[in-house]
Nanobody, 114 residues
């Protein structure tokens, strides 16, 4: 099983990034997928979740209206579009598979700074 995140980097406040998480080794289309983040000194936070079909999504209050989670089951990939980024969005972003996060990726760093 592998989950490989990409798309992180340094962006100015107000900017955008699109994270991707490529999955392999399990039946991707059967799993809900999640994006979590963890900033230094802070607890891990569930940012967004999407069900197995892509028909239902949930977001943390801190990102509602700015972030969008989506998935392409044909490509075994889940995305996180992040707009209007703020300094407080700086964190390592991880994707995980399943309602109880059975599988995890290694994470990608997102830094929002001028």
């Amino acid at each position: 099983v592998q989950l490989v995140e990409s798309g992180g980097g340094l962006v100015q406040p107000g900017g955008s990034l699109r994270l991707s998480c490529a999955a392999s080794g399990f039946t991707f289309s059967s799993y809900a997928m999640n994006w979590y983040r963890q900033a230094p000194g802070k607890e891990r936070e569930l940012v967004a979740r999407i069900d197995s079909t892509g028909g239902s999504t949930n977001y943390a209050d801190s990102v509602k209206g700015r972030f969008t989670i989506s998935r392409d089951n044909a490509k075994n990939t889940v995305y996180l579009q992040m707009n209007s980024l703020k300094a407080e969005d700086t964190a390592v972003y991880h994707c995980s598979a399943g309602r109880y996060s059975r599988y995890w990726g290694q994470g990608t760093q997102v830094t929002v700074s001028s």
